[in-house]
């Protein structure tokens, strides 16, 4: 099923609307050209309505906030919702600042997501109201690993539940779920956390796979989380001895690009729970 969801993003080539942030918003844009589908990115608040009436998908990035920003957020997201366009968040930093944790909150409280994406930090402080986060990047402590697996997949379900939507948890174990069912994934590298924007990539992309896979959005998440992951682990294969992070984001974005379905079928490294 999930290398089906692959094939339908090529076959769909949806256009996606990203308010993602000023850091990685040119690796992002590349990232959901590489899998086959169409970004554009606006977050002016005069133009984010009419820019959602031509596209499928949205994808919010809380990454570099200002109130302009924000408030296009809310706009596009709440036109999205009213044309019946799939839409995602991804709380960046959520915990690391009052800022930020309140524009995430408000923004569940305004819109409503299919799809809440994130490190368990930032989830965790959504789910919980409480800072769990050191910057940007995941506290080690709330780290999903297997000692905690149960009770995290338990905790990610929890929540799928309580906002109706899915939860995806991206680490060096990672968690789809919604209130019944659970993908926990292990594909990928630890050296994909070296380079800014993977996370923001997988964003992207993911909103792309749920556009084209309305049917079956649980399996659109956990095909994009697969897809991101080998593409990390096939990327870093091809590196040369004297190549680092900055080739490396590149050989991810190849790989994105290069996939095929056998790849990924025999690459995805999945169980369901």
Partial sequence: MLETCLENVRNHGALVHNITNYVTVNDVANAIL???????????????????????????????????????????????????????????????????????LDLIKQIHFDVIRGNISEIKTLALGTSTTQGVDANAADAVIEENLGAMVTFAKNFAKSQECIIAITGAIDLVADANTCYVIRN??????????????????????????????????????????????????????????????????????????????????????
């Fill in 34 to 104: 590489a899998i086959g589908a169409s970004p554009i990115m606006s977050d002016e608040p005069e133009d984010v309505e009419d820019i959602q009436t031509i596209c499928q998908g949205l994808n919010i990035n809380i990454g570099t906030l200002n109130r302009h920003s924000i408030e296009g957020m809310k706009r596009a997201g709440k036109k999205a919702n009213e044309m019946g366009h799939v839409v995602l968040l991804d709380p960046v930093g959520a915990g690391a600042s009052h800022l930020r944790t309140q524009t995430a």
């Fill in 188 to 273: 990928g590298k630890p050296q994909m956390g070296q380079i800014t924007g993977t996370g923001c990539q997988l964003s992207g992309i993911m909103t792309a796979f749920l556009a084209a896979n309305p049917d079956h959005p649980l399996e659109a998440c956990a095909a994009a989380v697969c897809d991101m992951g080998l593409a990390g682990e096939i990327g870093y294969s091809h590196l040369a001895a004297y190549e680092g992070n900055s080739t490396y984001r590149n050989r991810i974005i190849d790989a994105l690009n290069q996939m095929t379905t056998t790849q990924f079928k025999e690459g995805a490294k999945y169980e369901i729970k």
